[in-house]
Nanobody
Framework: QVQLVESGGGLVQAGGSLRLSCAASGSMFRINVMGWYRQAPGKQRELVARIGTGGTTNYADSVKGRFTISRDDAKNTVFLQMSSLKPEDTAVYYC???????????????????WGQGTQVTVSS
């Protein structure tokens, strides 16, 4: 069983910074992609940023130049450094991971998606 545990959300003034962390734990697995999505009230969940193996990154246009995603594979952890925060960044932020559970030896199961419980980020104007 795999769990994603998020931390780092909170309340910050516009222009401020926050750093989110998400650690994957549980059964052995291989991490393919990790990332962050967010959902504001009354809106659909949207991609914020994701990072693949080798460090390939993708960002939503709305956060480019302000947010930075990184990962520490040794700790199965992904980070989201958020700077120059705006009130429109207010949302519940969800950690996402696409993982291949380890079956045995060099064999891994088909990849599947996992989600964290979400952490609230509120940016005041």
């Amino acid at each position: 069983q795999v769990q994603l545990v998020e931390s780092g959300g909170g309340l910050v003034q516009a222009g401020g910074s926050l750093r989110l962390s998400c650690a994957a734990s549980g059964s052995m697995f291989r991490i393919n992609v990790m990332g962050w999505y967010r959902q504001a009230p009354g809106k659909q969940r949207e991609l914020v940023a994701r990072i693949g193996t080798g460090g390939t990154t993708n960002y939503a246009d709305s956060v480019k130049g302000r947010f930075t995603i990184s990962r520490d594979d040794a700790k199965n952890t992904v980070f989201l450094q958020m700077s120059s925060l705006k009130p429109e960044d207010t949302a519940v932020y969800y950690c996402y991971a696409n993982l291949s559970p380890h079956i045995g030896g060099s064999v891994y199961a088909a990849p599947r998606d996992y989600w964290g419980q979400g952490t609230q980020v509120t940016v005041s104007s």
